[in-house]
């Protein structure tokens, strides 16, 4: 009798459903953003196309000074700014909300795309999503939109007021008055706060790369 096809069957079982599992996690969220994509208007697709296939982003290096305020993670911690993002480590931020379903899901997939590209060195890298709808993003859907996008520890989800949140826009220049007619900007920084470099335009994710090494390694 063989018996090499019933060797350890609820083992193969468990590595099976494991695999299928994360595969469906990824399949899932590379077709939320596909239909985020699908459903953009012809001014969209004109920018995406040209800030991703031509590397036509704008970008600048620019001084941001935020004040002080309170906003909350995706766990429901409170988080303080700007000590948050001026913790003598790298960041790369940008401003979300979870009901968008145009430049949100892009932008936040390009984060999913660098935070798998850094692999070990994910873990000295702060990646950070602020929502300009507090109102509605609730710290559990953070919670759910970063599940995802498969948000590592070192990737968090912020609300707060809809005063702080404009204060927070405001502080880095991407206010525009309501949340419709936001515009996709990255923002990058070293170790030594203060300075950021802003890219405004759907930056990819080797670009944000090449950016954070630039960053991190100068010269």
């Given at each position: 009798m063989n018996h090499e096809h019933?060797?350890?069957?609820?083992?193969?079982?468990?590595?099976?459903?494991?695999?299928?599992?994360?595969?469906?996690a990824l399949l899932a969220r590379r077709t939320f953003a596909g239909e985020a994509m699908a459903g953009m208007n012809e001014h969209q697709h004109h920018h995406l196309a040209h800030g991703e296939n031509s590397g036509m982003v704008r970008r600048r290096e620019v001084s941001c000074t935020v004040p002080s305020l309170g906003l909350r993670r995706e766990d429901g911690s409170a988080a303080a700014f700007p000590d948050e993002i001026e913790a003598g480590r790298p960041v790369l931020l940008n401003f979300i909300y979870t009901s968008c379903t145009t430049i949100c899901p892009l932008v936040s997939e390009v984060f999913s795309?660098?935070?798998?590209?850094?692999g070990a060195e994910r873990a000295a890298v702060d990646l950070v999503s602020i929502s300009i709808d507090p109102e509605y993003?609730?710290?559990?859907?953070?919670?759910?939109?970063?599940?995802?996008?498969?948000?590592?520890?070192?990737?968090?989800?912020?609300?707060?007021?809809?005063?702080?949140s404009v204060a927070l826009q405001q502080a880095f220049e991407v206010y525009r008055g309501d949340k419709m007619s936001h515009e996709a900007?990255?923002?990058?920084?070293?170790?030594?706060?203060?300075?950021?470099?802003?890219?405004?335009?759907?930056?990819?994710?080797?670009?944000?790369?090449?950016e954070y090494r630039?960053?991190?390694q100068p010269g």
């Open positions: 019933c060797l350890y069957p609820a083992r193969r079982r468990q590595l099976l459903l494991g695999l299928l599992g994360a595969g469906a795309r660098v935070q798998e590209a850094l993003d609730t710290p559990q859907r953070l919670a759910a939109y970063a599940r995802k996008f498969g948000a590592g520890p070192h990737w968090h989800f912020y609300t707060s007021s809809q005063a702080t900007v990255t923002f990058l920084h070293g170790a030594a706060p203060g300075r950021w470099v802003r890219l405004d335009g759907f930056a990819t994710a080797e670009q944000l790369i090449g630039g960053l991190v």
